[in-house]
């Protein structure tokens, strides 16, 4: 059955990597983004870079979504406890 997954494609070696090496791994493709896709496509196949392409977007688009939630509840705590303070504020 793995056999069968690495030869569809389907096994990701970047799903299964620890925090620490993704974040590596992920910076280095960020800081040279254009060379470090042809250069990973020229080295290790159009396979490979689709699959460190996934898993770079899959992580950003957690990211950019964990950073919503963090925002969306820390605008409700500013207006839920600072509400009633601002409105004196500005009221007068």
Do not use: C, R
């Amino acid at each position: 059955m793995q056999d069968q997954d690495k030869a569809a494609g389907k096994h990701n070696p970047f799903a299964k990597m620890g925090m620490i090496q993704f974040w590596a791994i992920s910076t280095i493709v960020y800081l040279t983004f254009p060379v470090s896709l042809i250069v990973s496509y020229i080295a290790f196949g159009p396979l490979l870079t689709k699959q460190l392409f996934t898993a770079l977007l899959q992580d950003f688009l957690q990211t950019v979504l964990i950073a919503i939630g963090v925002l969306i509840v820390l605008i409700w705590a500013i207006v839920h406890y600072l509400g009633p303070t601002l409105v004196e504020w500005f009221d007068g």
